[in-house]
């Protein structure tokens, strides 16, 4: 679609687009569900039934072994389902890992922030953290890391729209582990196998699934560390992975540590379906990287919209955050509203720690025509709200 020049001036009016996306759902979490869900989709759900029946054993089973398939994860790494969602499965992995080596955190955006202040108030590592800090829109020199110590990072920063461009500055000789925050890059970027030891995400984002239900995926190595060392601090129950220095199997064949909701999982199921059908972590990517391309497009013919993320080669293909010049944070919110009202765009306001601008989602459940049908309401609605 050719967005055109009515866009070069800030000044020119633009008339009310006359088509609307098909789906408002452009919002960064919970995410847009996939093309033609319904909720007879989950009619096959275990609901009222055990987890820890054979039928609800078997579909955690399967909702691993999915996942394994479709992210092309290699076949001695482990994956599990834990609680409370990315938080929890990151969490988990922290609690349980971190202390016997130096760490280098690098952070950009809230929820590294976030990690970061765990790490030092909760697990008492001051001591031991190097920290790697840059603001909204950049990203810090990743090529610090070192290999003797333990790295601790986002894949893309949900709240900037900043993401790692790839997996180079890792070392393959590496002695420490590599903690990787990626909730709103699985199924949507390329990842790096080995280059990751632990990684983390929730079905919420990229396959628009429900909330409360976190990934864990964990490397040999991290295997090795998990039999080798044990924390000085007190676990919790729904963070211990060992047993007698030995690791719990069971959560990564589907025997979770706390009862999880088998409507959602029949969800997740059905997501899974649908991502192997459209060509697998390939395809996703594919579609998620064709809706940055078509926002990319809209940005370089509007002077008074840029991305947050100033390196072109960093900008987030799932969260697209977006600048907007010349308009107040009243006004962006105004313009927010009135996408929202016209049932055309719904949450796609900045987060609430960011600068104020445009978060738009871009995963790939969300349409590449929907995404086009969209471009022009922006245009349309960043005048009607300066008039206000």
Known sequence: MNFGKRFLSSTASVAKPSIKPESSHFGSGPCKKRPGWSLQCLETAGVGRSHRSKMGKNKLKQSIEETKKVLNIPKDYHVGIVPA????????????????????????????????????????????????????GDIPDMKKARPEADIVFTWNGTTSGVRVPNGDWIASNRTGLTLCDATSAAFAMHLPWDKLDVTTFSWQKVLGGEGAHGMLIIS????????????????????????????????????TINTPSMLCVEDYLDALKWADKMGGQAGLTKLSEANLDIVRNWVKNTPWASFLA?????????????????????????????????????????????????????????????????????????QEAKKA
């Open 220 to 255: 040999p190595r991290t295997v090795e560390r998990l039999k080798t060392y044990s924390p000085p601090w007190p676990m919790p129950k729904i963070f211990r992975m060992t047993k007698g220095n030995e690791l719990i199997k069971g959560i990564f064949e589907g025997e």
């Open 310 to 382: 100033k390196n072109p080669s960093t900008v987030s293909c799932t969260s697209i955050c977006l600048s907007l010049a010349d308009i107040t944070p009243e006004q962006i919110k105004k313009m927010v509203s009135i996408l929202e009202k016209e049932n055309v765009a719904v949450d796609i306001g900045s987060y609430r720690d960011a600068p104020p601008g445009l978060r738009i989602w871009g995963g790939a459940t969300v349409q590449n025509s929907d995404m086009e049908k969209l471009m022009p309401w922006l245009g349309w609605a960043y």
């Open 85 to 136: 969602s990315d938080t929890g499965a990151f969490e988990m992995a922290m609690w349980s890992l971190l202390g016997p080596k130096p760490i280098d955190v690098f952070q950009w955006e809230s929820f590294g922030k976030g990690w970061l202040s765990d790490i030092n108030s909760q697990l008492k590592l001051k001591d031991k953290v190097t920290k790697h800090e840059a603001g909204y």
